[in-house]
């Protein structure tokens, strides 16, 4: 027995959305993380009284802790999975029932490699009577499979596509929809449903049901997305994008469009302050800080060049910020 827990019009949205999921490579090598992959050491905790019933539940995690790094490469894998699902819809379209199960395989392929990188934890459960007599005893192993998705994903440009598609899925599953204005500041990946509406899919195609296989692949974007709204979160969100952005044009040697994408996450950021209170607005100041100092360097690569260790090290700064302002939409 398994528990889950957490850790992004047919034709023209699918379209639309293959052509903007971007994954994007570095234009120079990145540093590889190590990760160690020892488990932990077992954490027992006991409840009950001194003398009476006690039940002890152990937790172990096998396998490395997730680096930052490994949180993106199962966000750009997650990515590839909705990019597959488009694939397969636009098979559908074409009656190419051969390419759509192709695509349907690859995206239930990509969900195998998730689950392979992810660390697995195994809680154990066992409650003793006051003589030490085991009555109750229970393991399962405990999976991340709620994934975020920002990795490869610019959210301007591309949620809007997926939640298009989305919205259409709802429609074909006979689920209303009430259009918001709201800003869309996270979308996480719930790999159970998605996995399970694959495997539906598959199975269609193969006993030649496109209209069950089509159905299958609209309800694993019902199901297996979850598309939280905040509007007062629209500004982080585009501090977010500009940084994603200043990030890929320092990939592709570009310091001149990565200043002006942090110009712009500069100003946004500053909006957004004004809505913290004091204390909250100190994280903010400190990324602030970080950006203006990187920006004069940028500024600097007039007169000296940067090196290859120069972009790898900008490269691991955008990401970390990335990976901050994220959490913001959580904690502020």
């Not at 199960?101 to 990188?117: D, F, G, H, S, T």
């Not at 979850?226 to 979160?233: C, L, M, S």
């Not at 994008?241 to 469009?257: C, F, G, K, M, Y």
């Amino acid at each position: 027995m398994r528990m889950t827990q957490l850790l992004p019009r047919w034709r023209p949205a699918t379209a639309g959305l293959i052509a903007t999921l971007i994954i994007a490579g570095p234009a120079w090598a990145q540093q590889k993380t190590s990760t160690s992959s020892k488990d932990s050491e077992p954490v027992v905790r006991v409840f009950g009284s001194e003398g009476g019933y006690r039940t002890e539940v152990s937790s172990q995690t096998k396998g490395h802790s997730l680096s930052e790094d490994d949180v993106r490469q199962a966000s750009l894998l997650a990515a590839q999975v909705f990019q597959h699902i488009g694939e397969a819809r636009l098979g559908l379209d074409a009656d190419d029932t051969k390419a759509a199960l192709k695509e349907v395989n690859k995206a239930r392929e990509a969900i195998r490699a998730i689950r392979a990188m992810l660390p697995r934890t195994v809680v154990r459960t066992r409650t003793l009577t006051p003589d030490g007599k085991a009555i109750y005893e229970d393991e399962r192993e405990v999976l991340p499979t709620r994934i975020p998705i920002y990795e490869a994903i610019l959210h301007a440009q591309t949620l809007a596509p997926i939640l298009a598609a989305r919205r259409n899925a709802q429609q074909i599953a006979g689920v209303s929809v009430v259009e918001s204005e709201s800003i869309a500041t996270e979308v996480i990946a719930d790999l159970d449903p998605i996995e399970a509406q694959l495997t539906k899919a598959a199975k269609a195609l193969q006993d030649n049901k496109p209209e069950v296989a089509s159905k299958a692949l609209a309800m694993a974007l019902v199901r297996g997305l979850d598309v939280r709204f905040n509007k007062e979160d629209s500004e982080l969100a585009s501090a977010r994008d500009e940084i994603s952005l200043a990030r890929r044009s320092l990939e592709e040697n570009n310091p001149t469009q990565a200043l002006a994408n942090l110009a712009l996450a500069r100003e946004r950021l500053r909006v957004y302050r004004e809505l913290l209170s004091q204390d909250q607005r100190k994280e903010v100041d400190q990324m602030l800080r970080e950006i203006e100092q990187l920006e004069g360097e940028l500024r600097q690569e007039a007169t000296r060049p940067a090196t290859r260790a120069d972009r790898a090290q900008q490269n691991r700064q955008t990401t970390h910020w990335w990976n901050r302002i994220n959490s913001w939409f959580r904690r502020h």
